[in-house]
């Protein structure tokens, strides 16, 4: 089985969109100060360059959920693997996700924080796959809409491999 990668979202076209993004939060956020949490280990590429462009004050925390494994889909089980370090009573919080697809661990963890009494809390992804929801999230802020493609690069991994990759790319497993 050999592994084949096609650029989806070139590298420019991608730090665009991240600093336009970033644009809108500060016009969102203005005056606030703002609890950004990662959700690693994917997220960790977009969420440190979108942190480069918000000009409010910013805290950033992370969580490890997991819901793929190794797999090129999403196993439907979610488990936390990793909780706050901080508390976000009061803060107006910002998820940032690298992409959402079925929604069932964005609205998972939606819910969970929404009960940690934030001021706020909204949704930002890289990439969004709205034709794969199975469960209703809103997403505030999304970068890319895209086709149901497993797709890698910028914090998203098969198997750990491929995050690396300063684009976007969809990935094919091809018989030899």
Known sequence: MREVTQVLIEEEKVAAR???MAEQINRDYEGKKLHLICILSGSVFFACELAKYIKVPVKLDFMRVSSYGNSMSSSGSISIDQDLQFGIDGKHVLIVEDIVDSGRTLAF??????KREPASLRICTLLDKPSCRVTEVDVDYVGFEIEDLFVVGYGL?????????PYIAQLELKED
């Open 157 to 165: 991994d098969y198997a750990q491999k491929y995050r690396n990759l």
């Open 18 to 20: 991240i600093r336009e």
């Open 109 to 114: 963890l939606a819910n969970m924080l929404s």
